[in-house]
């Protein structure tokens, strides 16, 4: 079976990555993703960007209230870099060279689709930060949760019940229909890492594709190799 050649497989773990919209589910799945894999004997660490580790945490605050906005698209994307340096040599490198498998809510991408397409942050510059914050590390497949503008918002309306919407949750429908395309580009453009997903059924729905994605993409090149 895959399965058991993968928790066979020695070395190096795998880094798998989330992203999509506000209300896109990341986070339920990732979780939901996690339960399984723990079942198939595999170990697991969670996080997410920005933050993950105590001093991208500290940058999360700082972007989330709303400070990056107040200072730019170029000076925001430095603090996802600043985060993005300490979360990778702090959690995400160590864990994938002790043979966990990584799921994070949002990487690099995220960087692209907001600060790129959105904020029109050079790629010259956002490929400069990228070498410098992670090298060759490349997530090993990227779930694109897909849902549509409004839906994400009702969603992300729910979740926050009376509290305020943060710095990316306040943007109109016109940024997230552009976040959304934006999205889709990535996909499009790296087919063989990134798997785009209709997220808008049921959370146990988008699970069984997730799953299958993921059995498909890795369990089976681990088993193919072993």
């Known amino acids: 079976m895959a399965e058991a050649a993968l928790k066979r497989g020695p070395g190096r773990g795998r880094f798998v990555t989330f992203e999509g919209g506000e209300g896109a589910g990341k986070s339920t799945q990732i979780k939901m993703l996690a339960d399984r894999l723990e079942k198939e004997g595999v170990r697991v660490v969670l996080t997410r960007e920005p933050g993950g ?4 945490e500290i940058m999360r605050h700082l972007v989330l209230s709303g400070m990056g906005k107040l200072l730019g698209p170029e000076a925001e994307t430095l603090l996802f870099a600043a985060a993005r340096d300490d979360h990778v040599r702090g959690v995400i490198l160590p864990a994938l060279n002790q043979g966990s498998w990584v799921l994070c809510d949002r990487f ?3 960087t692209r689709a907001y600060q790129g397409s959105l904020g ?14 992670i090298g060759d590390l490349k997530p090993d497949l990227t779930v694109i949760l897909d849902v549509p503008v409004d839906v994400g918002m009702q969603r992300a309306a729910a979740r926050r019940g009376s509290g305020a919407p943060d710095r990316f949750e306040s943007e109109d429908a016109k940024f ?21 997903i209709d997220a808008e059924g ?13 059995r498909e993409r890795l369990f089976t090149a681990v088993a193919a190799a072993s």
């Open 108 to 110: 690099f991408d995220s």
């Open 176 to 196: 997230h229909q552009g976040l959304r395309n934006a999205f889709h580009r990535i996909a499009a453009d790296e087919p063989k890492r990134c798997v785009l």
């Open 202 to 214: 049921s959370a146990d729905s988008v699970s069984h594709v997730v799953w299958d994605a993921v």
């Open 53 to 56: 580790s105590p001093g991208a």
């Open 120 to 133: 029109k942050v050079a790629p010259d510059v956002l490929n400069a930060m990228q070498r410098v914050t």
